[in-house]
């Protein structure tokens, strides 16, 4: 997916794409970027053409682990949400905890 492409996924204008990626899309973007700063840095690849293959190899390192990932666990990795449905999703926790009946310690009861 382009730059664009995953915005659209998630529903966003002009918000900064990496605020409302999860932590797994945080650490897999991070993985391409530092794969690929170590590709170039092995290889120092000159002018344009060159660094985008280097830049696509990167990329394929967390493409590869990505799909790894989706294999193992059955979710994608990448969705829809955004740093609102996370927003919303602390809300709702916190708001179902407090509504929890509260415990003393060695209360077995749930009273």
């Known amino acids: 997916m382009n730059t664009r492409q995953y915005k659209n996924l998630k529903g966003l204008r002009k918000e900064n794409l ?7 899309e945080l650490v897999l973007t ?20 060159e660094n985008q293959k280097v830049a696509r190899r990167g990329g ?3 493409g590869v682990a990505r799909k790894a990932l989706e294999a193992e666990t059955g979710k994608p990795v990448v969705t829809a949400q955004n ?3 996370f927003r919303q999703l602390v809300t709702d926790i916190v708001t179902d905890a407090a509504q ?7 209360d077995t009861n749930g009273k």
């Open 18 to 24: 990496r605020d409302d990626m999860s932590d797994l």
């Open 30 to 49: 991070m993985l391409a970027e530092a794969s690929t700063t170590d590709i170039a840095k092995a290889e120092q690849p000159q002018g344009f053409d």
């Open 60 to 62: 394929n390192v967390a």
């Open 83 to 85: 740093a609102e449905s």
């Open 100 to 106: 929890l009946p509260e415990q003393t310690e060695g």
